[in-house]
């Protein structure tokens, strides 16, 4: 069965420092891999979404970037923090190229990221 | 543009039924979906729908789609407080080789004794 990890849970970092949070996911190959954001109260922003190895798209302009390494391993990042980055931050991943059919997501735990 | 709205709040007392409502304006969506948070916890997928049906049930959840309204619907029979959470609507369609979906604010379920 596949599975998906994100770590660290929860993080509290000063205004300024680097960021890095990773997922993985277990037991799928090729799959499709999104960066959310969760804002105190409010749904969930897109960040980024990959189809594969190094092919990254982008959904919003912000101070964050993501890469992806390996096949099941995708990374959110940034240089310098800023106050506004606090939230909980959610990975998720769905089956990849295929031509049609449901393509629900699946969510890792999360991490609570808080700015000060 | 896409976009999902869902009310922010509903109080139910146990064991009454509890409907959360949705609209969406992709008429192009080919799913629809409900998601439930747990606080502190990652999304997990109750149910989902294939925008040419108009109803599907899962033991105690009954999901209706009015696709001619963009109006989706979750109804959830003999709620439990254990069904406390926030429920997320979602539209998804294709985009790009991947499937983008678009979320609601989500709606708070508190149920009470």
């Known amino acids: 069965s596949q599975t998906i990890h994100q770590w660290p849970a929860t993080l509290v970092q000063p205004v300024g420092s680097p960021l890095s949070l990773e997922c993985t996911v277990e037991g799928t190959s090729n799959p499709n891999l999104y960066w959310y954001r969760q804002a105190a109260g409010r749904g969930l922003q897109l960040l980024f979404y990959s189809i594969g190895i190094d092919q990254i798209s982008s959904e919003v302009p912000q101070n964050l970037s993501a890469s992806r390494p390996q096949d099941r391993q995708f990374i959110l990042s940034s240089k310098k923090l800023l106050l506004s980055d606090s939230g909980f931050y959610l990975c998720a991943w769905s089956v990849g190229r295929t031509s049609g059919g449901n393509k629900e997501q699946f969510f890792g735990p999360g991490t609570r990221l808080t700015v000060l | 543009g896409e976009d999902v709205e869902q009310s922010l709040f509903l109080s139910v007392r146990e064991g009454d039924s509890s409907v959360i409502n949705c609209t969406y304006t992709d008429s192009s969506s080919t799913y629809l979906y409900w998601y439930k948070q747990e606080p502190g916890a990652g999304l997990q997928l109750l149910t989902y729908?294939?925008?040419?049906?108009d109803m599907k049930q899962d033991q105690r959840l009954t999901v209706l789609l009015n696709k001619k309204d963009k109006h989706l619907s979750l109804r959830i029979a003999d709620t439990q407080t254990g069904d406390s959470a926030i429920y997320f609507c979602a539209e998804g369609s294709l985009s790009g080789g991947y499937n983008k979906l678009i979320f609601g604010a989500g709606t708070r379920l508190a149920v009470h004794p």
């Open positions: 729908i294939f925008s040419n049906m």
